[in-house]
């Protein structure tokens, strides 16, 4: 079973799922391998998914920013891909930075990859969840499947799951341990044509509006302007200085939407060149300036 993801940190815990390595059985593997380094788990363990890691595809095409009459795979994205991950000046170095103008082409890879899968006449499964980039990413590859017969899974993220005596509330895929998805697969459901059709023919729609932003509202995906979630940043920001870390880590605190850290350091810039935020103290690195309020 191919397992087809939206994110990168949820595609790496499939991997490590469906790559696992157990050390001690007395209530289940008490750590699983992954990067070269051992992760106790934090959470409930629920199995394993069955397979290799090499069966895993990531597709983090942010297919919910910019223009998306511009084909996934071109250079159009993979320059946007680049300018929103370069953003994070907190641990980059050359290397990380090389890396990163290559992000287009590992996710193109990626989409190959998928296709010869399809082409082999292999089954998917498909893991989305509400958050935009993941509802983007899935309207798109429904978008693709119309021309393949392939046998197709989904298995959508419940908004929240109740444990024991505790409820968990999840925002995506992204904030799921390895050793949790196996127990997420009493959720799967089979997508029939009709519905992958549905769903191709939303995403037909986004394209034609082709706004620069696509969000989640009331349960349906709609293209919004690009300042669409800049209230999140007035509604933190104020005349007294604060390091732009901070404000970002707040937002996204606050928030509970599945925007990253890289849009609000976009709109910050943005709204820094236009002269309504002013920078206090400045730094090479942008997420450790000191910003406020202009006005």
């Given at each position: 079973?191919?397992?087809i993801?939206?994110?990168?940190?949820?595609?790496?815990?499939?991997?490590?799922?469906?790559?696992k390595?157990?050390?001690?059985?007395?209530?289940?593997?008490?750590?699983?391998?992954?990067a070269?380094?051992?992760?106790?788990?934090?959470?409930p363990?629920?199995?394993?998914?069955?397979?290799t890691?090499?069966?895993?595809?990531?597709?983090?095409?942010?297919?919910?920013?910019g223009?998306?009459?511009?084909?996934?795979?071109?250079?159009?994205?993979?320059?946007?891909?680049?300018?929103?991950?370069?953003?994070n000046?907190w641990?980059?170095?050359?290397?990380?930075?090389e890396?990163?103008?290559?992000?287009g082409?590992?996710?193109?890879?990626?989409?190959?990859?998928?296709?010869r899968?399809?082409?082999?006449?292999?089954?998917?499964?498909?893991?989305?969840?509400?958050?935009?980039?993941?509802?983007?990413?899935?309207?798109?590859?429904?978008?693709?499947?119309?021309?393949?017969?392939?046998?197709?899974?989904?298995?959508?993220?419940?908004?929240?799951?109740?444990?024991?005596?505790?409820?968990?509330?999840?925002?995506?895929?992204?904030?799921?341990?390895?050793?949790?998805?196996?127990?997420?697969?009493?959720y799967?459901?089979?997508?029939?044509?009709?519905?992958?059709?549905?769903?191709?023919?939303?995403?037909?729609e986004?394209?034609?509006?082709?706004?620069?932003?696509?969000?989640?509202?009331?349960?349906?995906?709609?293209g919004?302007?690009?300042?669409?979630?800049?209230?999140?940043?007035?509604?933190?920001?104020?005349?007294?200085p604060?390091?732009?870390?901070?404000?970002?880590g707040?937002?996204?605190?606050?928030s509970?939407?599945?925007?990253?850290?890289?849009?609000?350091?976009?709109?910050?810039e943005?709204?820094?060149?236009?002269?309504?935020?002013?920078?206090?103290?400045?730094?090479?690195?942008?997420?450790?300036?000191?910003?406020?309020?202009?006005g």
């Amino acid at each position: 079973m191919i397992e087809i993801l939206f994110g990168e940190s949820e595609a790496a815990s499939m991997k490590a799922a469906k790559n696992k390595i157990a050390v001690g059985t007395a209530n289940g593997p008490v750590s699983v391998w992954m990067a070269g380094k051992k992760i106790p788990p934090k959470k409930p363990f629920t199995g394993w998914v069955e397979g290799t890691a090499d069966e895993v595809i990531c597709l983090g095409f942010m297919m919910d920013i910019g223009n998306i009459k511009e084909p996934a795979d071109g250079l159009y994205r993979s320059r946007l891909l680049y300018s929103m991950y370069a953003q994070n000046q907190w641990e980059q170095d050359v290397e990380m930075k090389e890396q990163l103008k290559h992000i287009g082409d590992v996710y193109a890879n990626e989409l190959y990859r998928l296709k010869r899968f399809l082409d082999c006449g292999e089954k998917i499964r498909i893991w989305y969840s509400d958050a935009s980039y993941s509802r983007c990413g899935f309207y798109h590859l429904c978008w693709i499947l119309e021309k393949y017969q392939n046998e197709i899974h989904v298995v959508k993220l419940p908004e929240y799951v109740v444990r024991d005596n505790y409820t968990v509330v999840y925002k995506n895929w992204g904030e799921t341990a390895a050793e949790e998805f196996a127990g997420f697969l009493p959720y799967e459901e089979n997508l029939s044509k009709e519905e992958v059709h549905l769903y191709a023919v939303y995403w037909s729609e986004l394209v034609r509006d082709n706004s620069p932003l696509r969000a989640v509202i009331n349960g349906r995906v709609l293209g919004v302007p690009e300042d669409f979630y800049d209230f999140l940043i007035w509604s933190r920001l104020s005349d007294k200085p604060v390091r732009e870390a901070r404000l970002i880590g707040d937002i996204l605190g606050y928030s509970q939407i599945s925007v990253g850290d890289w849009w609000y350091a976009k709109r910050i810039e943005y709204h820094i060149r236009q002269g309504k935020i002013r920078v206090v103290e400045d730094s090479e690195n942008k997420y450790a300036r000191m910003i406020c309020s202009a006005g």
